[in-house]
Structure formats: C-alpha cells, structure tokens
C-alpha cells in the first residue's frame, strides 16, 4: 500500500505526517521513495490554476498535495516549462518511480 492508502484506510492524519513517523523510524529511515509526479500531471496543474482554479482545488482534482502544485506553479513562473522537469534521473527512464532500497542486504545489520 502507499502511503495515502494507508492514511485513508487507518485515518492517520495526513499522508505527509504518516511518512515524517516513517523516516524517524530506523526500520524504515532512508527507504522511503518519493514517487516521480508525470509531467503531464504537472503541466495539467498548471492549466487549471492559471485558468483560474484555486490550487487546493487543482490538487485535490488531481490527487497530489497542495504544495506540490504551489511549487509547480511557481516553477512554471520562474522558468517556464522546462522547470517542470523531473529532477529525478529515473523519471526519464520510462516513467519509472524511484527505486526502494530492498529490507535485506549487507547494510540491514548495521554490522560486517
């Protein structure tokens, strides 16, 4: 599950606070992936908020956070849009989400 479906089927109190206790958390700390926005998602954001939408509304049209789409717009002003790009180098290898760090490996332990 994400961490969206996982604040709106216990009711936590926001997706954002869910995933601050996660990475206070050692087991979890440091694997926690933020997913890669589509650029189409970005560039629709921009079109409703310029159009006149409100961008708490945009965002909740769209299914991303109120932020997200604060900063796009501002990027947007700044830098057009080519700004909107992800910076992530995996978001240009086929749309894939950032990879997690598996739960097992040489590091799990903490020791060698």
Do not use: F
């Not at 997913?35 to 954001?45: C, G, H, Q, S, V």
């Not at 604060?70 to 992800?86: E, K, T």
């Amino acid at each position: 599950m994400t961490t969206a479906q996982v604040v709106e089927c216990l009711g936590y109190p926001t997706r954002q606070c869910l995933e601050r206790w996660l990475a206070m958390d050692p087991r979890y700390a440091g694997r926690m992936a933020k997913p890669i926005i589509p650029l189409e998602t970005r560039r629709k954001a921009i079109e409703l908020v310029l159009g006149g939408m409100q961008q708490k509304q945009a965002a909740k049209q769209l299914g991303v956070s109120v932020g997200a789409v604060h900063n796009w717009v501002r990027a947007y002003r700044r830098g057009g849009m080519a700004a909107l790009q992800p910076r992530n180098q995996n978001a240009a290898q086929g749309g894939k989400s950032a990879s997690v760090r598996p739960r097992g490996g040489a590091d799990a332990g903490g020791r060698r």
